[in-house]
């Protein structure tokens, strides 16, 4: 039997064994902090997105409110564009076709008649 100067009282095959336990233990110690950390940066990260979440909408809340009187505000004056324009139309169109149609040939103040 040869005897480990590290484990006195072990032999070399059971100093193995107690190793590979030992390399095994960390493992999984290892892997169960790295799951804990991921919970933790997980929870961290949600109640970030929720407090953000909360931050957007109520500064999108008093936006929201804000755009929604420009929108109506503005179908305000289309809307009395379009009546003022139904208001007018006959007359414009009178008025147009008046000097389309009223044609009074004249000559030019700049004609010279050459001789």
Not at 51 to 65: C, I, T, V, W, Y
Request: aromatic share 4%.
């Amino acid at each position: 039997m040869v005897v480990s100067s590290s484990w006195p009282g072990l032999c070399c095959s059971q100093v193995v064994l107690l190793g590979t336990a030992s390399v095994r233990g960390k493992a999984r110690r290892l892997k169960q902090a790295k799951e804990e950390a991921q919970m933790e940066v997980e929870q961290y990260r949600r109640e970030r997105e929720q407090e953000f979440q909360s931050k957007q909408q109520a500064a999108m809340g008093s936006q929201g409110n804000l755009s929604a009187e420009v929108e109506q505000a503005t179908r305000r004056q289309v809307q009395g564009m379009q009546s003022s324009q139904q208001r007018n139309r006959e007359r414009v169109l009178a008025q147009l076709l008046g000097m389309v149609c009223d044609v009074r040939p004249q000559v030019h103040p700049n004609y010279r008649i050459a001789a």
